[in-house]
């Protein structure tokens, strides 16, 4: 049941933000994963908007950035390979619940579109979506692979050079 949630690429919780406080939630995404977020606080005034949110590549390179709001949704598609964050921080004087729902690859890609241009019937665009969850999953191991063949090469190497010494 596990495996099945990280491969919908599918969270959706809700977080308590201290005054004056962030948190920040990462997931290692591969080249080219559409990445979906939505922010928001259970405070619905509009004129209290005491959240920011930054999306961000390796910790230092800003994809993207709002202040001053307490409902958000963004996207973008990953350029690179490697660990993306997602910080949200509370401007405001009292503790604040914020809502954050996230969807990655093929679960953020909105089907409904595909099958009103293409009138697909409901099962035809379920099958585009198991192509897409497929494809997804194909392209993760590929990632998970490459890695697991640097780190076995850096074993060697290392290997090779305590036997030597």
């Known amino acids: 049941l596990l495996l099945c949630l ?24 591969s080249k080219g994963t559409l990445y979906v977020g939505e922010v928001s606080t259970n405070d619905k005034r509009p004129d209290y908007r005491p959240l920011s949110i930054r ?9 993207y950035e709002k202040a001053n709001i307490n ?20 401007a405001g004087q009292v503790e604040v619940w914020a809502d954050v729902k996230i969807l ?20 035809e665009r379920k099958i585009e979506l198991i192509k897409e969850n497929t494809r997804q ?4 191991l590929q990632h998970i692979r490459e890695r697991e ?9 290392i290997h090779s050079r305590v036997v030597a010494y």
């Not at 958000?72 to 490697?82: M, Q």
């Not at 953020?108 to 595909?114: C, F, I, L, Q, T």
């Open 71 to 90: 409902h958000d949704k963004f996207s973008f598609t990953s350029t690179d390979d490697g660990p993306h964050m997602l910080c949200i921080e509370n």
């Open 55 to 63: 999306a961000l590549f390796k910790d230092i390179s800003v994809i």
């Open 6 to 29: 990280l491969f919908t690429g599918v969270l959706s919780f809700e977080v308590s933000l201290q005054r004056r406080g962030v948190q920040c939630f990462g997931e290692d995404l």
């Open 104 to 123: 990655t690859g093929a679960a953020a890609k909105d089907y409904s579109n595909v099958a009103s241009t293409k009138d697909l019937r409901e099962s």
């Open 137 to 140: 999953i194909h392209k993760e």
């Open 149 to 157: 063949e640097e780190m076995r090469n850096t074993n060697e190497t």
